[in-house]
C-alpha cells in the first residue's frame, strides 16, 4: 500500500482510503451548540533536562458560535499557534476540555480524528502547495486520497476554482502564481472535503494589503454562502477589524479579553487590548499642537477634547451642534471614521476656544448628547486658529479621514 505524505495536511493519508463520509465525523445540527468550545484548556510542555516545563495556554476558555468568524489576536509567543493545533488535534490538551460541535474530542484517539479532521479545512500562511502539481491537481489532491471518484472530484473541484475565481488558472503550475492565487488554491483545497470549520493560521501575513483585502472578502463570502465556521489565527489587527465577528485577545497563553469585535476594539478593557486596536480606533494629536498642550487653562487658550463617535453617533454633526450651542467656533484639529465588523466608529480631536466656561458648556453639552470624550488639555488659541480652520457645518473636512 502506497502511502502519500504531504505538508498541507495533517497526517499521512493512504491512497486506499475510504471515500469520504461527512454524516458521523461531527454532528453539526444543532445551532444552539458552539462550533468549537474550550473550558479551562492547559497545554504544558515538558521540561527538558536541566529546564523547567513551560505552560504555553493556561485556563483558556473560548465559544466558536456555528457560522460565525471568530479572530483570535495576540503578539509573537502568546500561543495562538498552539491553540489552533489543539483543535484540529495535532496536539493534545494537558488539562481542560475540547469540544467540536458538542462532542468532546480531548481524548480521542488519533484513528478518531482522522474521521474528525476530514470536517476540519486549513489555511496556511504559506500556502503549502505541491509544485509539481497543477492547480486542479493540488485542490483535487484531498478527495484522490479520500478515494472520490474521478466524476465527482472534476465536478467539485470546478466549482471550487470558480467560488475563488481561479477558473482560467486550473492548467497552471504554483510557480506561475502570484500569492493572492496561491492562497485561492489554498483555500480551494481546504473547501475540497466539505468541511464544517476553516481554520486561518497567519493565512494573510505573508501578503500585500491589497491582496489581503481581497482574500478576506472571499472568505466573508465563503461564510456567508456556504455557512462554513472560521476561526482565525492572526497578529494583523485589520484582519480582525475587516472580517470577524467576533475577536479573543491572548497574552501569555491566556485569553484576557474577548467580545464582539466592535465592543472590543471601541471600548478595550484590557491593557493588551488596548495597544492593538490604538492605530484602528486612536486619533494622534497633531506634533504641530502636542507641543503645546498643558495640563491648566491659560488667558487664552482652547480646550482640547477627544470625542468618539460609536453607532449612530459616527455620523452625526457634533461640531455644529456644539457652534450652535456654544455660539462660537469649534476647531477640528484631527480625526478619522472607520468601519469595524461593518459599523462605523469615528474619532474627532476638537479645540473649543473662550474661558473655562466655555469648555465647561462644551462638556455638558457632549454629555447631553451621549458622546464618548476625553479631556486632553488646553492649547493656546492663536496656535489652533493658525493652523486649524473653523469648522461649523455637517460635512466632512478636508483633514478628516474617511476610511
Given at each position: 500500500?502506497?502511502?502519500?505524505?504531504?505538508?498541507?495536511?495533517?497526517?499521512?493519508?493512504?491512497?486506499?482510503?475510504?471515500?469520504i463520509d461527512r454524516t458521523d465525523a461531527?454532528?453539526?445540527?444543532?445551532?444552539?451548540?458552539?462550533?468549537?468550545?474550550?473550558?479551562?484548556?492547559?497545554?504544558?510542555?515538558?521540561?527538558?533536562?536541566?529546564?523547567?516545563?513551560?505552560?504555553?495556554?493556561?485556563?483558556?476558555?473560548?465559544?466558536?458560535?456555528?457560522?460565525?468568524?471568530?479572530?483570535?489576536?495576540?503578539?509573537?509567543?502568546?500561543?495562538?499557534?498552539?491553540?489552533?493545533?489543539?483543535?484540529?488535534?495535532?496536539?493534545?490538551?494537558?488539562?481542560?476540555?475540547?469540544?467540536?460541535?458538542?462532542?468532546?474530542?480531548?481524548?480521542?484517539?488519533?484513528?478518531?480524528?482522522?474521521?474528525?479532521?476530514?470536517?476540519?479545512?486549513?489555511?496556511?500562511?504559506?500556502?503549502?502547495?505541491?509544485?509539481?502539481?497543477?492547480?486542479?491537481?493540488?485542490?483535487?489532491?484531498?478527495?484522490?486520497?479520500?478515494?472520490?471518484?474521478?466524476?465527482?472530484?472534476?465536478?467539485?473541484?470546478?466549482?471550487?476554482?470558480?467560488?475563488?475565481?481561479?477558473?482560467?488558472?486550473?492548467?497552471?503550475?504554483?510557480?506561475?502564481?502570484?500569492?493572492?492565487?496561491?492562497?485561492?488554491?489554498?483555500?480551494?483545497?481546504?473547501?475540497?472535503?466539505?468541511?464544517?470549520?476553516?481554520?486561518?493560521?497567519?493565512?494573510?501575513?505573508?501578503?500585500?494589503?491589497?491582496?489581503?483585502?481581497?482574500?478576506?472578502?472571499?472568505?466573508?463570502?465563503?461564510?456567508?454562502?456556504?455557512?462554513?465556521?472560521?476561526?482565525?489565527?492572526?497578529?494583523?489587527?485589520?484582519?480582525?477589524?475587516?472580517?470577524?465577528?467576533?475577536?479573543?485577545?491572548?497574552?501569555?497563553?491566556?485569553?484576557?479579553?474577548?467580545?464582539?469585535?466592535?465592543?472590543?476594539?471601541?471600548?478595550?478593557?484590557?491593557?493588551?487590548?488596548?495597544?492593538?486596536?490604538?492605530?484602528?480606533?486612536?486619533?494622534?494629536?497633531?506634533?504641530?499642537?502636542?507641543?503645546?498642550?498643558?495640563?491648566?487653562?491659560?488667558?487664552?487658550?482652547?480646550?482640547?477634547?477627544?470625542?468618539?463617535?460609536?453607532?449612530?453617533?459616527?455620523?452625526?454633526?457634533?461640531?455644529?451642534?456644539?457652534?450652535?450651542?456654544?455660539?462660537?467656533?469649534?476647531?477640528?484639529?484631527?480625526?478619522?471614521?472607520?468601519a469595524i465588523a461593518d459599523r462605523p466608529?469615528?474619532?474627532?480631536?476638537?479645540?473649543?476656544?473662550?474661558?473655562?466656561?466655555?469648555?465647561?458648556?462644551?462638556?455638558?453639552?457632549?454629555?447631553?448628547?451621549?458622546?464618548?470624550?476625553?479631556?486632553?488639555?488646553?492649547?493656546?488659541?492663536?496656535?489652533?486658529?493658525?493652523?486649524?480652520?473653523?469648522?461649523?457645518?455637517?460635512?466632512?473636512?478636508?483633514?478628516?479621514?474617511v476610511a
Amino acid at each position: 500500500m502506497t502511502t502519500l505524505v504531504f505538508e498541507g495536511f495533517y497526517e499521512p493519508f493512504s491512497a486506499s482510503a475510504e471515500p469520504i463520509d461527512r454524516t458521523d465525523a461531527l454532528p453539526v445540527q444543532d445551532v444552539d451548540v458552539p462550533a468549537v468550545r474550550l473550558h479551562e484548556v492547559g497545554k504544558t510542555w515538558r521540561a527538558r533536562p536541566g529546564q523547567p516545563s513551560f505552560s504555553a495556554l493556561t485556563d483558556v476558555d473560548l465559544e466558536v458560535r456555528k457560522g460565525s468568524i471568530v479572530g483570535v489576536i495576540g503578539p509573537s509567543g502568546a500561543g495562538k499557534s498552539t491553540l489552533v493545533r489543539l483543535v484540529n488535534g495535532l496536539e493534545k490538551a494537558t488539562s481542560g476540555r475540547i469540544e467540536l460541535f458538542g462532542e468532546d474530542v480531548t481524548e480521542l484517539s488519533e484513528t478518531g480524528w482522522r474521521d474528525v479532521r476530514r470536517r476540519i479545512g486549513m489555511i496556511f500562511q504559506h500556502f503549502n502547495l505541491l509544485s509539481s502539481r497543477t492547480v486542479f491537481d493540488n485542490v483535487a489532491l484531498p478527495l484522490e486520497i479520500a478515494g472520490v471518484d474521478r466524476a465527482a472530484i472534476r465536478s467539485r473541484v470546478e466549482g471550487l476554482l470558480e467560488l475563488v475565481g481561479l477558473s482560467d488558472k486550473a492548467e497552471r503550475y504554483p510557480a506561475e502564481l502570484s500569492g493572492g492565487q496561491k492562497q485561492r488554491v489554498g483555500i480551494a483545497r481546504a473547501l475540497s472535503t466539505e468541511p464544517a470549520i476553516l481554520l486561518c493560521d497567519e493565512a494573510t501575513s505573508a501578503l500585500d494589503p491589497e491582496t489581503t483585502r481581497s482574500i478576506l472578502a472571499l472568505l466573508k463570502r465563503i461564510n456567508r454562502e456556504l455557512g462554513v465556521t472560521i476561526l482565525v489565527i492572526t497578529h494583523e489587527i485589520p484582519v480582525i477589524k475587516d472580517l470577524c465577528d467576533e475577536v479573543a485577545v491572548i497574552e501569555n497563553g491566556r485569553i484576557v479579553e474577548s467580545g464582539s469585535v466592535f465592543d472590543v476594539f471601541t471600548a478595550p478593557k484590557h491593557p493588551t487590548t488596548a495597544r492593538f486596536v490604538e492605530d484602528v480606533t486612536s486619533v494622534d494629536i497633531p506634533s504641530y499642537v502636542r507641543d503645546r498642550v498643558t495640563a491648566e487653562a491659560g488667558p487664552e487658550s482652547s480646550l482640547l477634547l477627544r470625542i468618539r463617535f460609536v453607532g449612530e453617533h459616527a455620523t452625526s454633526p457634533v461640531v455644529s451642534r456644539l457652534t450652535t450651542t456654544l455660539g462660537a467656533d469649534v476647531n477640528i484639529v484631527a480625526g478619522k471614521i472607520e468601519a469595524i465588523a461593518d459599523r462605523p466608529f469615528g474619532t474627532l480631536l476638537v479645540a473649543v476656544p473662550g474661558s473655562p466656561p466655555t469648555g465647561d458648556a462644551a462638556i455638558a453639552a457632549l454629555l447631553t448628547l451621549g458622546f464618548r470624550f476625553e479631556i486632553l488639555g488646553y492649547v493656546p488659541a492663536e496656535r489652533i486658529e493658525t493652523e486649524c480652520k473653523p469648522f461649523g457645518f455637517p460635512l466632512v473636512p478636508e483633514n478628516v479621514h474617511v476610511a
